[in-house]
T-cell receptor, first 114, second 115 residues
Framework: GAVVSQHPSWVICKSGTSVKIECRSLDFQATTMFWYRQFPKQSLMLMATSNEGSKATYEQGVEKDKFLINHASLTLSTLTVTSAHPEDSSFYIC??????????FGPGTRLTVL | EDKVVQSPLSLVVHEGDTVTLNCSYEVTNFRSLLWYKQEKKAPTFLFML????IEKKSGRLSSILDKKELFSILNITATQTGDSAIYLCAVRSGAGGTSYGKLTFGQGTILTVHP
């Protein structure tokens, strides 16, 4: 089956630093990838839709300059949290869509900002 | 704004019980409704429903969609402790054609099954 990986699984950083999270589709090409965040005991909130070779589409209320998304290839999208603050601490999950319009989720990255 | 609401928010049962989880939605250009099970990490896919009245079944889990009343239910019979998880309902909406549309999640139902 289709596999989506994320790296790192868990990251702890100091306030003010930037953190990059990678999302890879391991055995299929994904023209579209999605980035979600999830707070404890809450649902997944779509942050942005990432299309290969073009600018990401951000959901209302998500700062594009703070959450930089790059989808440089058909198997890799990155989310960079710039100047991270404690309120950015969350569980970030990516998903990738294959040619059959099926969506597969990565295992998530837990970000803790001190 | 698209909205997906799940109920109950939390449910505690004993092994062997049957549970019914609810998902109602208000979206523009409905395309499909999906159920996911989330344990410690990312959600895993359970069902995708596009047509009213057709039950999807997988083992002890089943689900059905009512597009007239805009809701879906997920049933789990003979629950086991391994069923303990957050169950997420999501609705895909948006224009058709080559557009993928948008996936909106409900807040989830936390199911706890005690031995």
């Amino acid at each position: 089956g289709a596999v989506v990986s994320q790296h790192p699984s868990w990251v702890i950083c100091k306030s003010g630093t930037s953190v990059k999270i990678e999302c890879r589709s391991l055995d299929f090409q994904a023209t579209t990838m999605f980035w979600y965040r999830q707070f404890p005991k809450q649902s997944l909130m779509l942050m942005a839709t990432s299309n290969e070779g073009s600018k990401a589409t951000y959901e209302q209320g998500v700062e594009k300059d703070k959450f930089l998304i790059n989808h440089a290839s058909l198997t890799l999208s990155t989310l960079t949290v710039t100047s991270a603050h404690p309120e950015d601490s969350s569980f970030y999950i990516c998903s990738a869509r294959n040619s059959g319009n099926e969506q597969f989720f990565g295992p998530g990255t837990r970000l803790t900002v001190l | 704004e698209d909205k997906v609401v799940q109920s109950p928010l939390s449910l505690v049962v004993h092994e062997g019980d049957t549970v019914t989880l609810n998902c109602s939605y208000e979206v523009t250009n409905f395309r499909s409704l999906l159920w996911y099970k989330q344990e410690k990490k990312a959600p895993t896919f359970l069902f995708m429903l596009t047509s009213s009245g057709i039950e999807k079944k997988s083992g002890r889990l089943s689900s059905i969609l009512d597009k007239k009343e805009l809701f879906s239910i997920l049933n789990i019979t003979a629950t086991q402790t391994g069923d303990s998880a957050i169950y997420l309902c999501a609705v895909r909406s948006g224009a058709g054609g080559t557009s993928y549309g948008k996936l909106t999640f409900g807040q989830g139902t936390i199911l706890t099954v005690h031995p």
